[in-house]
């Protein structure tokens, strides 16, 4: 059992969701990946009703092969077990026959938000590298805003090979506004453009434009984060303390094997350990 309700649902709601894991008496449960989801898709509407189909939606690709109503029954139960609750008498999640489930405790709803895939407008590919780490870096700061939800990086990507509006990403991800962006280089100068859209109606509600030099891009990406706060009325208690690489060309390498990391392919991975040892190697305070 909890240690109390009211602190269960502190919990829920603060950054241990966050972090995939609950207490119970003082001590943190790790969640499985398919019952955080579906904790995470309760507590994003709760008192609503979340069908079983959003669930299959967000739980699995529309291309994965699963027993969908064993894998999502056993994913709730395991989900029950860890917050001590009962399907016969529930204190937090209540099954709603035949429809899906209902997150039963009130919740105060934090405003959340998805970092799109950022679109490369120069010609040559090889600056991929540059976009991806930009949104990564996007989603990690806006993360360490308190009051403010962010989709992870494994939800948004899913949507870079099909484009979706932001309504269908609001539903699908459960929060209320879809950040897009485009990334155009040229030399040492750099263009992005950012757009934040309500997933209620798609309109947009901020939009701007950066032009500045690459050594100025955690200047570009501290500037759309405040912006993003701002447009979601979150109050900020101060600004963003980021610990910055001083040598944005060490940070360019680390970016790149970042890149190539993800990739997971054997040759892959080899380069990316080259350019991590290039980036330690420009490293000021490397001997």
Request: with cysteine.
């Amino acid at each position: 059992m909890f240690d109390s309700h009211e602190r269960a649902v502190r919990s829920i709601r603060g950054r241990y969701l966050e972090g995939r894991r609950l207490l119970k008496r003082g001590m943190p449960i790790t969640l499985r990946e398919q019952s955080f989801q579906v904790l995470a898709a309760l507590v994003e509407r709760p008192g609503e009703i979340v069908t079983r189909e959003e669930l299959r939606k967000r739980l699995w690709s529309s291309d994965t092969f699963v027993d969908f109503e064993v894998a999502l029954n056993s994913a709730v139960s395991r989900l029950r077990d860890a917050l001590g609750d009962s399907a016969n008498s529930p204190s937090f999640i209540e099954t709603i026959p035949k429809r899906g489930y209902r997150f039963v405790v009130p919740i105060a709803k934090r405003p959340a938000v998805a970092v799109m895939p950022f679109v490369n407008q120069t010609a040559d590919t090889k600056d991929e590298y540059l976009i991806g780490g930009l949104t990564d870096e996007l989603i990690r700061v806006l993360s360490r805003i308190d009051g403010l939800r962010v989709a992870g990086r494994s939800m948004v990507f899913r949507y870079q090979e099909r484009p979706c509006d932001a309504r269908q990403i609001g539903r699908e991800l459960g929060v209320e506004a879809v950040l897009e962006g485009s990334v155009l280089r040229s030399g040492d100068r750099i263009r992005v453009t950012v757009n934040l859209v309500s997933a209620k109606d798609g309109f947009n509600l901020w939009a701007q434009r950066f032009d500045s030099n690459l050594k100025d891009l955690f200047g570009i990406q501290d500037e759309v984060c405040m912006a993003v706060a701002e447009a979601l009325h979150v109050h900020l208690a101060a600004r963003i303390q980021e610990s910055r690489p001083s040598n944005v060309q060490a940070y360019m390498q680390y970016l790149k094997g970042g890149y190539l990391l993800k990739k997971r392919r054997p040759g892959d991975v080899q380069r990316a350990f080259v350019y991590f040892r290039e980036a330690i190697r420009r490293c000021p305070t490397h001997s």
